[in-house]
C-alpha cells in the first residue's frame, strides 16, 4: 500500500525505507500465515495485487510488496540492520540503494523452506552480483555479513550508522 501510495506524491524527492528494533526484517511472518493458511496464501498469491501499475498490474502482492519500491519517481533507499533475511532481502533488493551495517547479516533464507524467491530476486538479485554469485546465494540461503554483501555488490554502502549516511545520501540526491 506504501509504495502505491507514494507513487503519486509529487512532492516526494526520496524514499528511505528501514526497519525498526533489532532487524530490518527477517521474512514472512509465518505465525500470521499460518493462522489462516488458505485465506492469507490466497491474499499473497492473488493477481492482480491492487497496487500495481495501471496497465502494469500483474504481480500478486507478495511479488509487489518488493517490486513496487521500483516504480516510484524518485531515488528509494533501504537501511538495513541486524538481519535482513527472505522476504526482507527481497524487499531491501527493490530499492535503488542499500546501506548496511558492518555486520548485517542478509540471507536469500527460502531455498531453506524448499521455496523459490519469487517477490523479486530472480529480477533484482542478477543485477546486482555476478549470476554464479545469485545463483550460489538463492540456492544455499548463505548468510553474508554486510561488509561481504557490499564486496559482492548486495549493499551499496556499509556505515557503522547506515541511516545517517541514507540521509546525507538523499539530501545529495535531491539538490
Known sequence: QTAADLRNDRSLRAVIIRG?????????DVKAVLSNPHQQTQRLLERPSGYGVPGNDIGNLAQDVSYLWRELPVPVICVLQGMCYGAGLQIALGADF?????????????SKWGLVPDM???????????????????????????EEAALIGLVTKVAEDPLQEAQAFAKELVQ
Open 120 to 146: 523479486s530476486a530472480a529480477i533484482t538479485l542478477r543485477e546486482l552480483v555476478r549470476i554464479d554469485v545469485a545463483k550460489e546465494l538463492t540456492m544455499t540461503g548463505r548468510v553474508v555479513s554486510g
Open 20 to 28: 525498526e528494533g533489532r532487524a530490518f526484517c527477517t521474512g514472512l
Open 98 to 110: 542499500r546501506y548496511a551495517t558492518p555486520d548485517c547479516k542478509l540471507s536469500i533464507m527460502e
